[in-house]
């Protein structure tokens, strides 16, 4: 049988991955298949247990199942232990399975594909959930000592600081902690498609300043226009899309794919028509 995997989530509808995971079936010519399979919250330990009966070679996790698929695994590699939320599950061996996290990885290739970065300035993360945790890990692991954090809840930015040594700031002060930090990344969902503007001011943050964004629809969001305009590189958040399935892709199909044109094309294809 050619390996299976999936990505499973509720709901699942909206998710790109087997957009992703397709496009390098097909371009790689690879046996393989990757399937959307919606899985209630109740039904989790049980589509857990399935997948581990019919030998999948592993799948993606998408909300709201990333903390709660943690106890249902045999292993969990020491990314998604510090993040606290699992994206990938490899099979290992017979019948095991390990979780993974590949959003900081990914995040980190899609800088690196378009810019250095400047890990001798700090860094500012909007917002403070599970993308900003992963951001956070990224972003101590090449060694940017200064991280600076705002949230619109600041009990959760000082839980979050507390965690990783982060240095909490509050909402209303977000145009004055731009000072001097060579990247600002907002891991918020502010200015995503159907949620409130982004307000945030720049006049503070260096020109030499590299602005990117987690939200890919839209894809040009105001804040990167803001940022490119006046001078600042500016990185969309389908870099980190593409790049974070890397590794997943890689483990499950025995072939490390390639984030193309061709596949950032095809993917926006999607974006394009809502799917």
């Given at each position: 049988?050619?390996?299976?995997?999936?990505?499973?989530?509720?709901?699942?509808?909206?998710?790109?991955?087997?957009?992703?995971?397709?496009?390098?079936?097909?371009?790689y010519?690879?046996?393989?298949?990757?399937?959307?399979?919606v899985?209630?919250p109740?039904?989790?330990?049980?589509?857990?247990?399935?997948?581990?009966?019919?030998?999948?070679?592993?799948?993606?996790?998408t909300?709201?199942?990333?903390?709660?698929?943690?106890?249902?695994?045999?292993?969990?590699?020491?990314?998604a232990?510090?993040?606290?939320?699992?994206?990938?599950?490899?099979?290992?061996?017979?019948d095991?399975?390990e979780?993974?996290?590949?959003?900081?990885?990914?995040?980190?290739?899609?800088?690196?594909a378009?810019?250095?970065?400047?890990?001798?300035?700090?860094?500012?993360?909007?917002?403070?959930?599970?993308?900003?945790?992963?951001?956070?890990?990224?972003?101590r692991?090449i060694?940017?000592?200064?991280?600076?954090?705002?949230?619109?809840?600041?009990e959760?930015?000082d839980?979050?600081?507390?965690?990783?040594?982060?240095?909490?700031?509050?909402?209303e002060?977000?145009?004055?902690?731009?000072?001097?930090?060579?990247l600002?990344?907002?891991a918020?969902?502010?200015?995503?498609?159907?949620?409130?503007?982004?307000?945030?001011?720049?006049?503070?943050?260096p020109?030499?300043?590299?602005?990117?964004?987690?939200?890919?629809?839209?894809l040009?969001?105001?804040?990167?226009?803001?940022?490119?305009?006046?001078?600042?590189?500016?990185?969309?958040?389908?870099?980190?899309?593409?790049?974070?399935?890397?590794?997943?892709?890689?483990?499950?199909?025995?072939?490390?794919?390639?984030?193309?044109?061709?596949?950032?094309?095809?993917?926006?294809?999607?974006?394009?028509?809502?799917?």
């Amino acid at each position: 049988m050619s390996p299976r995997a999936g990505v499973i989530g509720w709901p699942v509808g909206h998710s790109l991955s087997p957009r992703i995971h397709r496009y390098w079936l097909a371009e790689y010519n690879v046996a393989g298949r990757y399937e959307a399979v919606v899985v209630p919250p109740d039904w989790l330990a049980d589509t857990v247990d399935g997948f581990r009966k019919a030998h999948w070679v592993g799948f993606n996790v998408t909300v709201p199942h990333k903390e709660a698929i943690l106890p249902l695994l045999d292993m969990v590699d020491p990314m998604a232990g510090a993040i606290g939320a699992v994206n990938t599950v490899v099979a290992i061996g017979e019948d095991r399975f390990e979780g993974r996290n590949t959003d900081a990885s990914g995040f980190l290739a899609s800088l690196r594909a378009q810019c250095l970065i400047p890990a001798d300035r700090p860094a500012v993360i909007l917002g403070a959930g599970g993308a900003a945790r992963a951001i956070a890990v990224a972003l101590r692991g090449i060694g940017i000592g200064e991280i600076r954090i705002a949230n619109r809840s600041r009990e959760r930015a000082d839980k979050l600081a507390a965690e990783f040594s982060l240095v909490a700031c509050d909402w209303e002060d977000r145009d004055d902690v731009l000072e001097g930090a060579g990247l600002l990344v907002n891991a918020t969902s502010l200015g995503m498609t159907g949620q409130p503007p982004l307000e945030i001011g720049l006049e503070h943050l260096p020109l030499e300043a590299i602005v990117t964004d987690i939200v890919y629809r839209p894809l040009d969001t105001d804040l990167l226009k803001k940022a490119r305009n006046r001078g600042n590189i500016a990185v969309d958040g389908l870099g980190m899309l593409l790049h974070q399935a890397v590794e997943g892709f890689a483990a499950w199909f025995g072939l490390t794919p390639e984030v193309t044109p061709g596949l950032r094309s095809h993917v926006l294809a999607a974006i394009a028509h809502g799917s």
